[in-house]
């Protein structure tokens, strides 16, 4: 049987953090979701709020909080690029402040935490595939610095916690995820491909759309980091979670286009600077640790997403940053 327990997640009430929270709502643990709602949508957790073991706290991780917790999943920061680089001088301290503060509460209640690192911080790399054991290739001054060297020192706080304090800390690499609940304005490739192929609009590619990423669905991801957080054989990471098939952008669009039917256009727009040219996880240290790798294919995952983009009202989101396509 599982050991019911207090679990916070910060940034619970966004994309990837609803469903963490709906999964371990589900299990019967009792969840706190703390959110600033900065890109969060209330409608993500709003199917939780009448369930006892569900509570919602508007709060922003860069400030201090006292909760007494035994896990918690640390996922909250702007992860879209148009998010992350509205307000740089932010995400870096909800990188750098907001670690600090949870890793304080997991050090004060002796909890086990989760960091929701990124394969950002691989940079654009010049090994691929992505294993663990690469340290990246980095701009230090660029415009997605902010969030990459901001995810490289909380993963290095979360390593100088565990060594000096003896918190007991996981870490995992998150490689492009997708699904429903996507902000339909976030800027990010799936997203507003979808949107786009929906509201007939023509598909912003950038660049030449040679660039490849490789994308997990979430429910694939989900499940990679339940097994992280719980597993007891003493491997707490750093672990890439992601899905090892590698797509062009042009592949992705095309893919788009057959599964809406959409009769849209390709329309190239330049490409954002320092945008990686090549993503892909090595998910060895996954597969023999957490004995993990992602089920759904690409085709399977993106149909099941392009269904919720179909119904839900666009006129109910509005984007939450100036910064998109
Ligand atoms: P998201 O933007 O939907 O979720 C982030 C959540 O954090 C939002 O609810 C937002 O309101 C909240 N937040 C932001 N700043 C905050 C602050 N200062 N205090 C409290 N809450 C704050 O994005 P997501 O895709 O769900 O990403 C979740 C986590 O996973 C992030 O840490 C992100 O870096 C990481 N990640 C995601 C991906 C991906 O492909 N989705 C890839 C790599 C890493
Ligand atoms: N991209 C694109 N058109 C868009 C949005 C993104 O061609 O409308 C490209 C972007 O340049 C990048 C890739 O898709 O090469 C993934 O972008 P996303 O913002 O989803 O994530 P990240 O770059 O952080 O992996």
Redesign the pocket.
């Known amino acids: 049987m599982t050991k019911l327990r207090r679990v916070l997640v910060t940034g619970g009430a966004g994309f990837l953090g609803s469903h963490m929270c709906e999964r371990l709502v589900n299990e019967g643990h009792d969840v706190i979701c703390l959110d600033n709602f900065f890109t969060a949508q209330k409608s993500n957790v709003a199917h939780l709020l009448g369930r006892p073991n569900f509570e919602l706290i508007r709060h922003d991780v860069t400030l201090p909080i006292f909760l007494e917790v035994d896990q918690i999943y640390h996922m909250a920061c702007p992860?879209?690029?148009?998010h992350y680089q509205f307000n740089p001088i932010k995400t870096i301290k909800t990188s750098v402040m907001g670690s600090i503060n949870m890793l304080g509460m997991a050090k004060r209640c002796g909890a086990r935490i989760l960091l929701a690192s990124t394969?950002?911080i691989y940079g654009d790399p010049l090994i691929h595939p992505q294993p663990e054991s690469y340290w990246g290739n980095v701009n230090t001054i660029g415009l997605?610095s902010c969030y990459d060297e901001g995810k490289r020192v909380a993963e290095t706080l979360f390593m100088d916690y565990h060594r000096m304090n003896k918190v007991d800390v996981r870490i995992v690499r998150i490689f492009?995820t997708y699904g429903p609940r996507m902000h339909p304005y976030d800027?990010?490739?799936?997203?507003?491909?979808i949107r786009?192929a929906i509201q007939g609009q023509p598909?912003?590619?950038?660049?030449e759309?040679e660039?490849t990423?490789s994308f997990c669905y979430r429910d694939d991801l989900v499940e990679g980091i339940f097994r992280l957080m719980n597993n007891e054989d003493g491997f707490i990471g750093p672990v890439n979670i992601g899905n090892p098939g590698e797509f062009t952008?042009r592949e992705?669009?095309e893919l788009v286009i057959q599964l809406t039917g959409a009769k849209v256009k390709l329309e190239k727009?330049p490409?954002?600077p320092d945008?990686?040219t090549r993503?892909q996880p090595d998910i060895t240290l996954a597969k023999k640790h957490l004995h993990w790798e992602p089920k759904i294919p690409l085709n399977q995952g993106l149909q099941q997403t392009i269904d919720w983009f179909r119904s839900i009202d666009f006129d109910h989101y509005r984007p939450p940053t100036p910064n998109f396509?």
């Open positions: 992860a879209a690029p148009g394969s950002e997605r492009n800027g990010r490739v799936v997203s507003n491909f786009q598909i912003t590619i950038f660049g759309g660039q990423r952008i992705l669009a727009r490409l954002p945008d990686p993503r396509v």
